[in-house]
Nanobody, 125 residues
Framework: VQLQASGGGLVQAGDSLRLSCAAS????????IGWFRQSPGKEREFVAT????????YYTDSVKGRFTISRDNAQNMAWLQMNSLKPEDTAVYYC???????????????????WGQGTQVTVSS
């Protein structure tokens, strides 16, 4: 599966953005889809992930209650709805696909073997 992220931009604190992850290939529905982000000088960090059928999702603590991950396998699409954005959410956001995820390793970037190019999200104060 090949992934392409889009939807980033420059917003003010408190605003919302919806990131999209478009996938090509017939196997999209077999993959967990995750979102990671990376700020300058920092390591890439886990944001959220969603199971192959959308039944399970996991979030990093800092975005719980503000971000929502979703997917539509019929459209080969996944989204990250980001509300109440904060300056510390500023980063390049990446979508990624993992063939198998467990409840104790969903946050590990090395479990994801397909990555899209990033999309920049900048939140001004």
């Amino acid at each position: 599966v090949q992934l392409q992220a889009s939807g980033g931009g420059l917003v003010q604190a408190g605003d919302s953005l919806r990131l999209s992850c478009a996938a090509s290939g017939r196997t999209f529905s077999r993959y967990y889809i995750g979102w990671f982000r990376q700020s300058p000088g920092k390591e890439r960090e886990f944001v959220a992930t969603i199971s192959w059928n959308g039944a399970n999702s996991y979030y990093t603590d800092s975005v719980k209650g503000r971000f929502t991950i979703s997917r539509d396998n019929a459209q080969n699409m996944a989204w990250l709805q980001m509300n109440s954005l904060k300056p510390e959410d500023t980063a390049v956001y990446y979508c990624a696909a993992a063939p198998s995820i467990r409840s104790n390793n969903y946050y590990l970037s090395n479990k994801y073997d397909q990555w899209g190019q990033g999309t920049q999200v900048t939140v001004s104060s």
